[in-house]
């Protein structure tokens, strides 16, 4: 099973400032790489895939790096809706597509 | 549009079976391509696939859990079923089902989930 690993855990930012997430993968996952937002009661929200292509309706804020085993989602000039929990998930090698453990993301 | 609506109960007793039903609207899983698959969501908010369908009549399951699922589909009902034997309360969680392209293989869409909880 490929473990996917993210830091930090939780991330406090100033709103218009950047955050940067990270996400390692145990092997590499090439660039089959998702990212979702998930809000307090909802289900989570594809933000991310392949890498670096956003979903559709998703603001240009939001943007995806990385290939292989290490990869990042950086949201610049941050926003107060964009508190949430963040995961990362690797579709690259079943059985099963496994996710990260989340970063929680605070605006100050 | 696509949509995804999981129904069942909201509280199992244990070694009970858990059957969940998603209901699907704007695509059919007879469409070449498509799959549906099951994620669960546990208390501590840790995220696992549990099992996908794919419109050939493929199927896969996590291996950790493979033993206790069985997922079917019914086209005519635009249905996919999930059935999970021998409940325990360590599979308390949040289900979700979800729509994915296999030329794709993320999680595009996602239902808005339901709680099930295990106790007697």
């Known amino acids: 099973e490929t473990v996917m690993t993210q830091s930090p855990a939780t991330l406090s930012v100033s709103p218009g400032e950047r955050a940067t997430l990270s996400c390692r993968a145990s092997q590499t996952v090439n660039n089959y790489l998702a990212w979702y937002q998930q809000k307090p009661g909802q289900a989570p929200r594809l933000l991310i895939y392949d890498a670096s292509t956003r979903a559709t309706g998703i603001p240009a804020r939001f943007s995806g790096s990385g290939s292989g085993t290490e990869f990042t989602l950086t949201i610049s000039s941050l926003q107060s809706e964009d508190s949430a929990v963040y995961y990362c998930?690797?579709?690259?090698?079943?059985?099963?597509?496994?996710f990260g453990q989340g970063t929680k993301l605070e605006i100050k | 549009q696509i949509t995804l609506k999981e129904s069942g109960p909201t509280l199992v007793k244990p070694t009970q079976t858990l059957t969940l039903t998603c209901t699907l609207s704007g695509f059919s899983l007879s469409t070449s391509g498509v799959a549906v698959g099951w994620i669960r969501q546990t208390p501590g908010k840790a995220l696992e696939c549990l099992a996908l369908?794919?419109?050939?009549?493929?199927?896969r399951y996590n291996p950790s859990l493979e033993s206790r699922l069985t997922i079917t589909k019914d086209t005519s009902k635009n249905q996919v079923v999930l059935t999970m034997t021998n409940m325990d309360p360590v599979d308390t969680a949040t289900y979700y089902c979800?729509?994915?392209?296999?030329?794709?293989?993320?999680?595009?869409?996602w239902g808005q989930g339901t709680l099930v909880s295990v106790s007697s």
């Open positions: 979800v729509h994915l392209m296999t030329t794709k293989n993320h999680y595009d869409y």
């Open positions: 998930q690797q579709y690259n090698n079943w059985p099963p597509y496994t």
């Open positions: 369908i794919y419109w050939d009549e493929d199927k």
